[in-house]
């Protein structure tokens, strides 16, 4: 694809991967569309954006919301239909089984798995009409390694996993591309969402450290920036990503 004026939708904007991508695809020429909860950290980013010559417009949502994202995808399409949507938007509130954390489990299932179906619910029916389109779904090294603690977290990412894979196959009919990225550790906000004090100190320690070498969300929008670069005929259909030091 060539990024140059394509409208590329990215959820979970605000901070992380998501601006991350944002400002990389934006300085290839994209029209990114930034979506997310936090209106204010997607206006700074928009704005910084926009003084360094890219074009980013702000469309604030909760995810979780079906009538929303649909919103938002009837909005996009008004705007020539998104090329490539970004489903980005996660959590990681990770505990043990036994702590019976049930709305955290839930939040995640919302988050991370149904909120992506219905980003992708948005977007789908314009790229099949169009007969072109990218849908990038970052799951988790998680959704190969069960790791304690992330067992209903690596069951969302692996659902997503899944979901690339049948949409991939689906969507081949409609020269529609499917990748989905798996991420490793990465520098993010996620960790301050884990409520589990015992959890989110043993992450901070062991992998979140200061200084510790591990990837950069940075990273993480260079592999989507390549999955949807290359050329119509090839369809990246799987990247992990893990830092050099990740064993796991």
């Not at 998501?18 to 936090?38: K, M």
């Not at 919301?65 to 938002?72: E, P």
């Not at 980005?88 to 179906?117: F, K, T």
């Not at 069951?155 to 997503?160: Q, R």
Request: aromatic residues 2%.
């Amino acid at each position: 694809m060539e990024l140059n004026g394509k409208l590329i939708w990215i959820t979970g904007a605000s901070s992380g991967i998501g601006e991350a991508t944002a400002r990389c695809l934006a300085a290839e020429g994209a029209r990114v569309a930034l979506s997310g909860r936090r209106r204010e950290r997607l206006d700074a980013i928009a704005e910084a954006i926009a003084g360094e010559g890219g074009s980013a417009e702000v469309l604030p949502l909760d995810i979780r919301d079906r009538d929303a994202v649909a919103g938002v995808g009837e909005a996009l399409e008004e705007r020539g239909g998104v090329a490539a949507l970004i489903n980005n938007a996660g959590v990681m509130p990770l505990s043990p089984l036994i702590s019976g954390r049930v709305d955290e489990w839930e939040r995640m299932i919302d988050v991370n798995l149904r909120g992506a179906l219905y980003a992708i619910h948005a977007v789908l029916p314009g790229m099949a009409r169009r007969e072109q389109g990218h849908v990038v779904n970052i799951s988790s090294v998680a959704a190969r390694v069960v790791f304690p603690s992330a067992a209903v977290y690596a069951a969302t990412k692996a659902g997503l996993t899944a979901v690339s894979e049948g949409l991939r196959r689906e969507g081949i009919r409609h020269n529609i591309r499917v990748t989905d990225i798996q991420p490793g550790a990465v520098d993010t906000e996620l960790p301050e969402g884990i409520a589990h004090d015992k959890v989110r100190e043993a992450v901070r320690s062991n992998l979140y450290a200061e200084g510790s070498p591990i990837l950069r969300p940075a990273d993480i929008a260079a592999a989507i920036r390549y999955a949807l670069t290359q050329p119509e005929h090839v369809d990246v259909n799987e990247i992990l990503v893990r830092p050099t030091i990740q064993d796991q």
